[in-house]
């Protein structure tokens, strides 16, 4: 019975973990909220006073005045695109914490399951009276343990993850 509820419940965090843990995650950015370097922000606001004073400013001559704004214009462009070239990798570091995290916690629950089915491949998870038949699929349910009426834990594991991936695709689709 142990084996029962233990491999059921493996398989159930299998299937469950890996995305809770990633909208954690994304979760948990919203906290933080977002991050910009003082110096870029700095250096933007200079560009954009820079700029309000040269349109403010009188000028000797209209192409005087044109190169100068444009100058300005120019280096407000460059700081806001170093500001969103910043928020752009680390969306992209965001996004590869995500995935490493959902596979590795996909990854190690699955190396969990595979030991301790490998472990207790020759136990029976369940064992039925003679009144209960498994016919035809007995031999194949009880592959590796040789015991009539018995279900493996290979089988048993096969089940439930086949079951609780369905499951759980059904109930987030």
Request: some cysteine; aromatic content about 10%.
């Amino acid at each position: 019975m142990e084996l029962f509820v233990l491999i059921a419940l493996l398989c159930l965090i299998n299937t469950i973990l890996p995305d809770i843990i990633r909208n954690w995650v994304k979760i948990s950015r919203f906290w933080k909220g977002p991050k910009v370097k003082p110096e870029d922000q700095a250096a933007l606001q200079a560009a954009r006073e820079e700029l309000t004073q040269v349109q403010n400013a009188e000028h000797s001559g209209e192409y005087a005045r044109k190169i100068k704004t444009m100058r300005a214009e120019r280096k407000v462009a460059d700081a806001e695109s170093k500001i969103l070239r910043a928020s752009q990798m680390q969306k992209l570091k965001q996004s590869t914490i995500d995935t490493v995290a959902y596979y590795v916690t996909k990854v190690v629950f699955s190396l969990v399951v595979i030991i301790v089915c490998a472990r207790h491949r020759y136990s029976a998870v369940m064992i039925f009276d003679e009144s209960f038949s498994l016919q035809p699929l007995s031999g194949l349910l009880s592959f590796p343990t040789g015991i009539y009426n018995a279900i493996s834990v290979p089988t048993w594991a096969l089940s439930c993850n086949f079951t609780f991936r369905l499951l759980y695709d059904l109930v987030k689709n």
